[in-house]
């Protein structure tokens, strides 16, 4: 459990409809909610104030309006629930590829509020746990070619035997304190700067 309440920026041109949302999110328990009514640096607002979550009512948006507010969610890495009275296709699946965690068409009730918020928060997390996993995969498959790379390099230049050349990065690794895809790396760059890249055809 947090040890302060949760932080929920309401996003609202209208007070009217802003008030539903906040009325709802103040039912829903110990939470801080912060509500905004313009849009002109609103990146920088949302930096500042550094929200838990972030609510947006857009009633009803124009194209150039809701991809201004997915530019916002792709930038904070927040989850995001966004209202909108109507919506088509196009829209809900760039809304997806924006990262917005809940997307309600024509929902804008009280009552709806608190189940809408625990829904934002467990997709983002699902969502973010995904992207970090990916990530971590991507690096670890980088580091991998790194190393292959820094091995070719090795076995043409010193004769050595592919684990020779492996044993070779690994205890140069270790007497440095360093990890065999950084020593890997270094290698690699190293033989860039001198000319001495791979040939055609083999690993890069």
């Given amino acids: 459990m947090p040890s302060t309440p949760l ?3 309401v996003l609202d041109a209208n007070t009217l409809r802003a008030a539903v949302i906040e009325d709802g999110l103040r039912e829903a328990g110990d939470l801080r909610v912060t509500v905004l009514t313009e849009t002109e640096g609103l990146v920088e607002n949302i930096v500042a104030l550094d929200p838990d979550v972030i609510f947006i009512d857009l009633e009803n948006p124009n194209r150039d309006q809701l991809e201004h507010m997915f530019q916002v969610s792709r930038a904070v890495r927040r989850p995001v629930a966004m209202f909108v009275d109507r919506s088509d296709t196009a ?3 760039a ?5 917005v965690s809940a997307y309600i068409v024509d929902g804008l009730r009280k ?5 809408i918020l625990d829904m934002a928060i467990s997709r983002f997390n699902a969502f973010d746990r995904l992207r970090r996993e990916l990530e971590a995969t991507k690096s670890e498959l980088a580091e991998r070619k790194q190393i292959e790379r820094a091995k070719t ?11 020779e050349a492996y044993a070779l990065l690994r205890r140069t690794a270790m007497n440095q304190n360093r990890r065999i895809a950084e020593v890997a790396e270094s290698l690699v760059m190293a033989a860039s700067l001198l000319g001495k890249g791979l040939g055609k055809g083999e690993s890069r």
Wanted: hydrophobic share 45%; no cysteine; glycine share 8%.
């Fill in 7 to 9: 932080h929920v920026l």
């Fill in 91 to 93: 829209a809900v699946e």
């Fill in 95 to 99: 809304a997806i590829e924006a990262g």
């Fill in 111 to 115: 009552e709806r509020v608190k189940p």
């Fill in 153 to 163: 390099l090795l076995i043409k230049s010193r004769g050595l035997s592919e684990p």
